[in-house]
């Protein structure tokens, strides 16, 4: 696949804010990595700005932890650390700073936090990418996506996706195929899901296979990576289907080369974000 023209960085007069200001909701006591994984992935992926946001009492840690190219902001949290309903409130003010927003990644499954989930997968009005823990918050309530300001991006593996749908996802590549087409058609979004061979499908019926990735891949945070490229993608002015089909591609791509000097048993999540600023990506 070839690189895509909203990446390609041709003007010299271009400032960061001509490459997207992305906000990636993600993290909790226990994964703050998960947010830390997807903010740096943007950034690599050519985001202009990333701003993680993490619940308060995280956000001192989270900025030791991640690249000082990142900002962070603050939410409210609930009793266990993880981010509260209060939160929806602060992100209602801050949406139209941003360009692109994903939300999902280790945030847990609280209640509280999955009432946020839902609420910023109904309201919030900027291209948004639904993965990991968000996608929890969705199973049982799917048609709020009808009911979405824009289309979303949702990026399950083969388990979520049964729990979205009640059904079994089979290996069988055209019956996978068929169920990420009918649930974006159903739903008016756009689902890439995951696992070998990932199945990217449009509202539309469009349908992308990928063929880029490695078995090295199904490692811890691997999922995370996608969700900050995905966004980042948007942030530079993909539509939906295109930053997902770019997103699996160039995410697979970069785990092949990841795998050039380190072997498919070792690879861990940041080695895929490394090769991502590869020349050969």
Known sequence: MPRPAPLSRID??????DFGRLLIIAGSPTMLGAAALSALAAMR???????????????????????????????????????SFKAFEQLGKTWERFDAIAIGPGIGRSPDTMKLARQ???HCPKPLVVDADALYALAGFTDILLKAKQVRILT???GEMSRLTGQVVPDDQVQRSKIARDFAHRYNCVVLLKGHRSVVASPQGKIYINHTGNVGMATAGSGDVLTGMITAFLGQGMSPFDAARYGAYYHGRAGDLAIAKRSKFSL???????????KKL
């Open 45 to 83: 992926s050519g985001a202009g700005l990333v701003t993680a946001a993490v619940g308060r009492n995280l956000n001192l840690t989270l900025q030791k932890k991640i690249s000082n190219a990142v900002m962070t902001m603050p939410l409210a949290q609930n009793r266990t650390g993880a981010f």
């Open 268 to 278: 861990i999540a940041t080695d895929i974000i490394d090769s991502i600023s590869k």
């Open 12 to 17: 010299p007069r271009a400032s960061k804010n």
């Open 156 to 158: 399950p593996h083969a």
């Open 120 to 122: 910023v997968i109904i």
